[in-house]
């Protein structure tokens, strides 16, 4: 088996893609290819990385070169930290799906869950009711108690959401980082497809 680096031909003429439109459909340049993952050129083309027969050689029209086991390890390694850094961010965007759109809307939401919990350690007097639950009634059209207890309601269930999106952040970047190179793109996008379909599971205001 060996480590290469290849693009599509054409499957009517084997004429490889970066030097003609594939006006046939596509092929591989020999049977037996594996194909680990690939990446996109400057002008659009998809470079394949994987293994192919030990019979390979350069000579073979799309093999673009081979890969020799040390830089095959590394570019592993780096397709690894590429796919869970991809996770990272995921997550990071369907966190802003919880929330209201804007800067720090976050840490309003924390903020009002704060004084709504010191306002009910002082015992809940409507009088002495905090900013962000007043500012809550008068918003919905609430009473005080009503407003804080939305606010209570929201911060569970946002707490459940963040514990969810850390959940599957971690289990994803686990399974990427131990998979087998070939399946990386496969576990990646089953990571994102999970933490994406979160915001239609559970309900959160964002007010």
């Not at 596509?26 to 192919?52: K, L, N, Q």
């Not at 673009?64 to 997550?91: C, F, K, M, P, Y």
Request: hydrophobic share 40%; charged share 25%.
């Amino acid at each position: 088996m060996k480590y290469i680096e290849f693009v599509k031909v054409d499957a009517g003429d084997g004429l490889p893609e970066t030097q003609f439109p594939l006006r046939n459909g596509p092929a591989d340049p020999m049977p037996g290819i594996s194909i680990a993952w690939w990446e996109i050129d400057d002008v659009g083309v998809p470079h394949y990385f994987g293994t192919a027969p030990d019979k390979v050689g350069t000579e073979v029209p799309g093999i673009l070169r081979l890969i020799d086991q040390g830089e095959w390890d590394n570019l592993v390694v780096l397709r690894r930290s590429s796919a869970q850094e991809a996770i990272d961010t995921t997550a990071g965007l369907v966190r802003t799906q919880f929330v209201s759109a804007g800067q720090f809307i976050e840490q309003e939401y924390r903020l009002a869950r704060e004084e709504v919990a010191a306002w009910r350690a002082a015992g809940s007097n409507a009088d002495s009711a905090p900013d962000s639950v007043k500012s809550g009634a008068d918003y919905a059209n609430l009473s005080i108690e009503d407003a804080a207890v939305e606010i209570e309601q929201s911060a569970q269930a946002w707490t459940r959401a963040l514990l969810q999106i850390r959940n599957l952040r971690l289990v994803g970047k686990r399974q990427v980082r131990d998979c087998a190179p070939e399946v990386i793109t496969s576990t990646l996008q089953t990571a994102i497809d999970q933490l994406q379909a979160l915001p239609t599971q559970i309900a959160v205001p964002t007010a």
